[in-house]
């Protein structure tokens, strides 16, 4: 499996373990957030959101899931078993950011085609994941920001588990610019048919680091496996597989 690491933590001198690909690491004994390669403490917010539920609890929006909406079996409630549900602090990165995107275009949906040009000026609370390998819906993720508080390990359940970053924050200022390019770019093709020039200019105001609660759960219905994440601070479901009903 992955190779283990281990740094000691330049706060309190527990050793803090971490994975190839891991740039920035939280000491699970005193909460410091620091470099991996330098030690260097991480002078950019850091904030957590908790989870509202334990391991038992968490089943009761799962349950709620399964019984709601149209397209699910009508007995995946109660013939489904939950098989694992693993909490896990995921790393974010929250970049506020203004965007303003001028561009030309050809609008072709009359006759003659005309030539338009707009802009499109949104702010963002830009999320991106910082983890790579990770499989995670992002913009599927409505996360609660407004419950954020600073991070505080003591209240981090024992049995959950704490991923470091792989992104440090100019790369997540990065990542948020081109996601949000090819998100106006996305928008202006409704106003035109043909984008002639784009032009996007960005003013960051602030790069959060965040912490935030999702379960990974893995339910077994009619002996087959299905996956579902949950956010712990709403208990909404981000994504969840629907088994289908087997008509
Ligand atoms: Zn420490």
Redesign the pocket.
């Known amino acids: 499996m992955a190779v283990v690491d281990t740094i000691r ?1 330049s ?2 001198g ?1 050793p803090i373990e971490f994975k190839p690909g891991e740039i920035i690491a939280t ?1 699970k ?2 909460g ?1 957030t620091q470099a991996i390669e330098t030690g260097q403490a991480f002078t950019f917010e850091h904030s957590v959101l908790f989870s509202k539920y334990d391991l038992v609890q968490v089943e009761e929006p799962i349950r709620d899931w399964m019984r709601g909406g149209f397209l699910k079996p009508s007995d995946l409630a109660r013939k489904s078993k939950i098989v694992e549900k693993n909490l896990v602090y995921l790393p974010f990165w929250v970049v506020s950011i203004e965007s303003k995107s001028s561009y030309k275009g050809v609008f072709e949906r009359v006759a003659p085609a005309v030539v338009k040009d707009g802009t499109i000026e949104k702010e963002y609370d830009w999320l991106v994941l910082a983890r790579k390998a990770t499989e995670f819906p992002t913009r599927e993720y409505d996360v609660p920001l407004e419950g954020k508080v600073p991070y505080d390990f003591r209240k981090i359940e024992g049995f959950a588990k704490v991923l470091n970053s792989e992104v440090d924050q100019d790369q997540a200022v990065e990542i948020a610019k081109q996601q949000i390019e090819e998100h106006h770019r996305f928008l202006v093709q409704e106003d035109v048919d043909k984008i002639i020039e784009m032009k996007t200019e960005y003013t960051v105001n602030q790069v959060v680091y965040l912490h935030a609660p999702v379960w990974f759960v893995k339910f077994e219905y009619k002996s087959e496996l299905h996956d579902l994440l949950l956010d712990g601070a709403t208990g909404t479901v981000i994504k969840g597989d629907i088994p289908s009903s087997g008509f």
């Open positions: 933590c706060h309190c527990a000491c004994y005193c410091y």
